[in-house]
Structure formats: structure tokens, C-alpha cells
């Protein structure tokens, strides 16, 4: 039986592996290439590492066979200076013996779906990177001072470890001039303002007639379009019209075609609908609370009982979250038999997305946590108090079929 | 290790607005744990149609921010009732909203004046979620709620940059001055390119000068300011043939070279061809070559680095040239970096 299985299967496709693919899913029967490196996970989330070679598993077990590198991509830490950029070459590295779990295979397991492009990762890495730029947890400030650029590779090297578990190798600024044209881009801008205008006019034609209620439609619409982005601000109202793929190593820096307007972007979704997007995200917290809460229990504390219990309170925190994202209940369904109405659904998915904000936020501070002396702890605490209560709050959020009532505004 | 301050936050913040009727409108803001309420809270007494508006102002303003912080409730209030087809006083609730909340610090008024003088903003926006705004903060004119820092509107086909520099006149009077770079792509690409091509260095810095205007200044100054500029793009190697500029000063009149830095670094920002700082960048130096990206030191050390110190806030860049930072003052440094800002002696732009 097992025999005419493997035969109907088509081949996997592993071309590009180590170059632009980093890891892919593997089925049971399938043959791994001898330079990669196979990760076998358990229905409980369990990794092993196993030679490379023809795979073979047991019901339930999930495969990725991955590259360690290394691997070139070129980032844009700012997102408004397109033409200059970073240079980062990363590996990832053998297994460490002295941890449970590897923190790639973690990443595997939870973020990665079938196939894990180097274009892709790339693109997440930047959002990541442009994220902690704009917040002031790494500083690349102009003129940059030798300091201040071996403060950020340290940095930089810790957050690349800590939150996906890849090693940095090398890390160079690069003139992108070759390969960006920001007079380019802004032309694009140009056009693309034009043709959101005449279609503006051509909508407000159309429309004329049926006056009722626009402006508050579009005010809700352009609400759930920036909700969406969640929380990103100036870089995310920046991320918008730059397009996300315009640096990848694919050597097509011209797609202004694929920017979307941004004037009418409301009903743009991304490639997941709400309902997917909500699944995923609550599965990443699932997986990765716990563990997130096991890498900060094992830290060095500096002394003094004021930050032991701050560390404890934490702790607790991200163990009660955690216990909340295990019990949440199913995103369509308001009580047993009674179902959600949409518009609820999309809020229900929308607060999710925030708590996953809050979820990336706690590994990058878990990174300048490791890198910190002790008189920064009592700050990166505060900010770790913050990054809670935004997670509770989302939670809390996406736990309620509707909104609390909110106060009168008299 | 970076700092990341958010210091000193107050709990009450004002913010100032004229109305359209000549009436002086305050709004006032104030922060108190969130405890499960609602996260802004807008109270107006006998209006409560421009109380749900200035609440949806508001939240719609707050995603262009990067910081996400669920823990506090703004209150916001008015003292007077706007009449409803008002709509100048949304800059002002806007900014109330950031200044209680530590996000923007406005700037004070004059420097020797010992209490900040509140905030004055008009202003209103169709796209407060794309940080859109046409208004004025404290005679300072912006079009996207980055410019209060002096970044680039990211969804312009125009790229504004502000750069701050210190102007010294006679102590009491000391203020940052600012400049303002515009660029936009030279529409007809083929020609110049092709023309230039073979004697790109000579023939392209003439056209370079020409493409470069500076209104409202004089003549030897438009002419500094245009060869400072096309010196600075000649070191950079891709500026060259590419871009129109306008030139802008927050004050016109002034004598020196000293803003030299600020007008090259808004330039290279403006380009997109430098790291971005999270504030302001405030700049002194000049340079009697700057095709080779060199910074010469400028007079006035003592009152600008007062003046600098006293102005500074949370996020910004700092960059002076070499020759100061063996005279700089004993804990010059420690105080930027407590007040969040960093420090850079220079003696040449560009990369480290």
C-alpha cells in the first residue's frame, strides 16, 4: 500500500535550497539533500534533529529540512531612506547542546507554512528591524559613530539570535543606489496620487446621489485598513506606499505597479482572510509564550529584591496570558449556538493581531535583556510592563464577543 | 546599550487654538491608568457631536504612531465650544493627545523664558491615519505630523526634509533655526542623462546648480547655498543630474555659514540616502570642501552649545564638527544622552 503512496506523490520541489529557499516541509519518503539539515517535530511540538537522507517519520510528525546558509539579503533599515540599506549574511548554526530547544526550530515550527523563501524572511526581518529602529530599542542614527555602529551590531546580532534563532555573520552598510531609485519611487507616488484623485472624483460622481453616512464609513474603513498594520505608525504609514518587495534579491527593483494606492486601500486584504489570520496568530501565541516565558525565567538577574519581584510579576503575567490564548474561545461563535456577526469577527481577529504585535515586541526586549547591564533592567522593565498590558488588553479584547460598553462621553 | 527615554511625562498637557470667530480655545489633556475604560475619553460640555469627533480624531492620529502603550486613558477637554463647522482645533487635540502622552515635547518659545510656553496649533486633516495634516504648530508650518521632527512625509511624491541649526544672537535671543530641503525627480530623464554621460563631472555640476532654489534669500547667500549643496551631491556619486530642489529657511536674515551641515544632512535625508534619526537632527558646521564630504569647524562654541542642550528633546541627533569635542563642556554628553538625544563629532559626513 505504502508502496503506491510514494509513487503517486510527486517529487518535492527542493531547488534553490540554500540559496533563495531556506527550508521547506518534507512528507515521509521524501529524500533530503545531504548538505541540509532535517528538524522532525512531534504532535506535541517536540524537535529532533536527524541526519540528512530519506525521511522517515511516524503519524502525526511534521518535517522541515533545512539550509544552514549562508544566506545574503539586503535590508532598508528605514523605510524613507530607500537608497541605503544593510548588508546581512546569516547562517544558521548546528545545534546548540546546552538549550531543550533551538530557537530556529521554534521559528520553523510556528511562523514557517510549507516553504520558508529567503525573500520572504527577508521582508520579515526588515519590518522587524525597521520596528526597533522606530521605537529606539537599536539606534543607527546618521553619522554614525564606530560606537554607536558596534552598539547596534550587538544588537542586532541579539535580536537576529533571540527572536529567529539565525546567526549573523556579517553585517555591512551598503549603498542600494544601484539597485533603488528613489526618484523613481517618487515618481510613482506622483502617479499614483493622480489616479487616486481621479478616481476619487469619479467615485464622488457616482456617488453624489446617495449622500447617507460617508463620511463616517470612511473614517470606520480607514480604521480597520491602519488597525490591520497594527500599531506601526510613521514607518507603517511609510511601509505602505514603498513597495515591501522592491529590495528583495530577485533584481526587479521597478514594481511601483504593485504599490497599493494610499488613498483607497480600505478594502485591500492581505493574501489570509481574518478568520486565518486570527488562527495563526493565536497559534504562534500558543506555541511561543510558553517558551518566551522559559527563556526570561532563565536569565541573570541583577540583585536586589525590587527587581527579583518585578522578574516574578512578570513571569506571572505571561503565564496567565498564556493560559488565556490555551482557553480562547473559537472566533465565530458568541456563546454555544449562537454565532458571531462578521463585523465582530473582524474586531475579535483585529485585537488577536494586536496581541501578536505585543508577542514580537517581548522577544525583541528578551534580546536587549540578555545584552543589558543592570541599570538598564529597571527601564526595559517598564517597558516589559507595557508590552503585558498590551497583550492582556488584546487578549482580554479578543475573549469578548462585543465591546465593553464604553463611557458616556459627558 | 540604547536608551530609550520617555522622560519626565507630565500628567496635564495644554494646547492652544484659534478659532475661526477670533475666539482662543484650550484644550486640555490629561493621562490616568486605563483600568479597563475606554482609551480616550473626550469630554465637551453641551457638544457631544465635536466630542465624538475629537475622539475619533484622535484615535485615528494615534496609528502613525510606532508606540503602542494600552495602559493610560487621556481625558481630553475643551473650555469652549467650537462652532461644529470649525474644524481647525483637530491639530491642537492632537497634539494634546501626544504631549501628555510623551510623544512629542513642542519646543519652548524662547529659550531664556523659565516656563514652557503652552503649544499653539492649527490645523485639520481629511487623513489623520496617514499622518496627513495641513496646519501650523508654533509658527512652524507642516503637512504630515512627521514634519514636527522634521521627517519626510512618507506618502509625498515630494521629499521634505527640516534640519535644525543653531542661530546665535546675542544670548537672548538664540533660537534654532531650521532649513528645509524639497526634492523632486527632474521629469525628463532620457536628455540628461544621455547628455551627461560622457563629461558627467563637469557638465552635470553646472546644471546641478541651476536645479537648486533658494527663495527668499539674497543673492551671495542663494549662490552659497546652491554651491554647499552641489559640492555635498558631487561626494555623494549618485546625486548628480536627478533632482529639482527647493531651499527653505525658517528665518532668512542671518549671517555665516554655520548651517551648512544641517542644509547638507536635510539634502542627503531627503534623498533617502541617510539613516533617518528618530527626532530632530540638529547640526552646526560648515565646510570649504565639501566635494570631499569634509566638516570644518564654525565659531560660537560656547552660547550655541547652551542653546543646544537647553532645546534638545528625546530622539534627536546632535552633529558637530571634530575640532569641538576635546573642548566640549564636562558631562555635555551624559546630559544629552539622560535627555534621550545622541551626540556625533564629525569630520566628515556620510557612513562612520
Request: glycine share 8%; hydrophobic share 45%; charged share 20%.
Given at each position: ?229 497594527p500599531r506601526s505608525a510613521e514607518p507603517s504609514a511609510a511601509v505602505a506606499p514603498v513597495p515591501a518587495d522592491i529590495h528583495t534579491l530577485s533584481g526587479a527593483p521597478s514594481a511601483p505597479s504593485t504599490v497599493p494606492p494610499p488613498g483607497r486601500s480600505p478594502s485591500v486584504r492581505g493574501p489570509q482572510s481574518a478568520a486565518q489570520q486570527d488562527a495563526h496568530a493565536l497559534r504562534r501565541l500558543f506555541i511561543e509564550l510558553p517558551a518566551l516565558s522559559t ?116 | ?36 475604560r475606554a482609551d480616550v475619553k473626550c469630554t465637551v460640555l453641551g457638544a457631544p457631536a465635536i466630542a465624538e469627533r475629537m475622539q475619533e480624531v484622535v484615535r485615528l492620529a494615534r496609528h502613525t504612531e510606532v508606540r503602542f502603550d494600552s495602559r493610560d486613558q487621556v481625558v481630553l477637554s475643551m473650555d469652549i465650544v467650537p462652532a461644529t463647522t470649525d474644524r481647525d482645533w483637530e491639530l491642537a487635540a492632537v497634539l494634546a493627545d501626544r504631549i501628555v502622552r ?251
Open positions: 500500500m505504502r508502496f503506491f503512496n510514494r509513487r503517486r506523490k510527486p517529487a518535492t520541489d527542493i531547488s534553490g535550497l540554500g540559496v533563495s529557499l531556506i527550508a521547506l516541509r518534507l512528507d515521509e519518503g521524501d529524500v533530503a539533500p545531504a548538505q541540509g539539515t532535517v528538524v522532525i517535530f512531534n504532535a506535541a511540538g517536540h524537535a529532533r534533529r536527524v541526519a540528512a537522507g530519506r525521511v522517515s517519520c511516524e503519524q502525526g510528525e511534521t518535517v522541515f529540512c533545512f539550509h544552514p546558509g549562508p544566506y545574503t539579503v539586503d535590508l532598508i533599515p528605514f523605510a524613507s531612506a530607500p537608497e541605503w540599506g544593510l548588508r546581512l549574511r546569516f547562517v544558521i548554526d548546528a545545534a546548540n547542546p546546552r538549550v531543550t530547544q533551538q530557537r530556529f526550530d521554534l521559528f520553523l515550527y510556528s511562523e514557517a507554512a510549507e516553504r520558508l523563501e529567503l525573500a520572504g524572511f527577508g521582508a520579515a526581518v526588515e519590518a522587524a528591524l525597521q520596528m526597533e529602529l522606530a521605537q529606539g530599542a537599536l539606534d543607527l542614527p546618521p553619522c554614525t559613530s564606530l560606537e554607536e555602529w558596534h552598539a547596534f551590531r550587538a544588537g542586532l546580532n541579539q535580536l537576529m539570535y533571540t527572536r529567529y534563532g539565525v546567526v549573523v555573520d556579517d553585517c555591512v552598510p551598503v549603498d542600494l543606489g544601484e539597485q533603488i531609485d528613489f526618484a523613481q519611487i517618487l515618481k510613482a507616488r506622483a502617479q499614483q496620487a493622480a489616479e487616486a484623485e481621479s478616481l476619487a472624483d469619479a467615485d464622488a460622481a457616482a456617488t453624489a446621489t446617495a449622500t447617507a453616512a460617508i463620511p463616517t464609513a470612511n473614517a470606520t474603513a480607514a480604521a480597520t485598513f491602519s488597525a490591520t498594520a527563556e526570561l525565567r532563565s536569565l541573570t538577574l541583577p540583585n536586589g529584591l525590587p527587581i527579583f519581584q518585578q522578574h516574578q510579576a512578570l513571569l506571572l503575567r505571561l503565564g496567565m496570558a498564556s493560559l488565556n490564548v490555551n482557553t480562547m474561545p473559537a472566533l465565530a461563535w458568541a456563546a454555544p449556538e449562537v454565532p458571531l456577526e462578521p463585523q465582530e469577527q473582524l474586531r475579535r481577529s483585529r485585537d488577536t493581531l494586536t496581541a501578536l504585535a505585543a508577542l514580537d515586541e517581548a522577544w525583541s526586549l528578551l534580546a536587549r535583556l540578555h545584552l543589558a547591564s543592570h541599570q538598564h533592567w529597571p527601564m526595559l522593565l517598564e517597558e516589559a510592563d507595557r508590552i503585558c498590558a498590551n497583550l492582556e488588553t488584546g487578549l482580554s479584547l479578543r475573549r469578548a464577543p462585543h465591546v465593553p460598553r464604553t463611557e458616556p462621553s459627558l | 546599550m540604547t536608551t530609550l527615554s520617555i522622560s519626565a511625562t507630565p500628567t496635564n498637557a495644554e494646547c492652544r487654538s484659534i478659532l475661526a470667530d477670533g475666539r482662543l480655545l484650550t484644550i486640555t489633556a490629561s493621562r490616568r491608568p486605563r483600568a479597563n510623551g510623544v512629542f515635547q513642542p519646543a519652548t518659545a524662547a529659550p531664556s523664558a523659565s516656563t514652557p510656553v503652552a503649544a499653539q496649533a492649527q490645523g485639520s486633516s481629511d487623513a489623520w491615519h496617514l499622518g496627513r495634516v495641513n496646519g501650523i504648530v508654533n509658527d512652524l508650518r507642516i503637512s504630515h505630523l512627521g514634519a514636527l521632527t522634521g521627517h519626510a512625509d512618507p506618502s509625498s511624491s515630494v521629499s521634505t526634509v527640516r534640519a535644525w541649526f543653531p542661530l546665535h544672537s546675542g544670548g537672548i535671543n538664540d533660537t534654532l533655526g531650521w532649513v528645509e530641503v524639497s526634492v523632486f525627480p527632474i521629469e525628463s530623464d532620457a536628455a540628461p542623462i544621455d547628455q551627461s554621460a560622457n563629461a558627467t563631472h563637469v557638465a552635470a555640476g553646472v546644471i546641478e546648480e541651476d536645479t537648486i532654489a533658494a527663495p527668499g534669500l539674497d543673492l551671495s547667500a542663494q549662490q552659497e547655498v546652491r554651491l554647499t549643496l552641489a559640492g555635498a551631491r558631487h561626494f555623494d556619486g549618485k546625486a548628480l543630474g536627478r533632482w529639482r530642489s527647493v531651499v527653505r529657511f525658517g528665518q532668512p536674515r542671518f549671517q555665516g555659514g554655520s548651517y551648512q551641515l544641517a542644509l547638507v544632512m536635510a539634502d542627503r535625508l531627503a534623498r533617502g540616502r541617510e539613516f533617518v534619526p528618530r527626532g530632530r537632527i540638529i547640526a552646526t558646521g560648515c565646510s570649504s570642501a565639501w566635494h570631499a564630504g569634509r566638516v570644518d569647524t564654525v565659531e560660537g562654541r560656547e552660547p550655541k552649545l547652551e542653546l543646544i542642550l537647553k532645546q534638545v528633546n528625546a530622539g534627536d541627533r546632535v552633529l558637530l564638527p571634530k575640532a569641538w569635542q576635546d573642548e566640549l563642556p564636562p558631562g555635555f554628553a551624559t546630559e544629552l544622552r539622560q535627555k534621550g538625544a545622541s551626540l556625533a563629532c564629525i569630520d566628515r559626513i556620510g557612513m562612520i
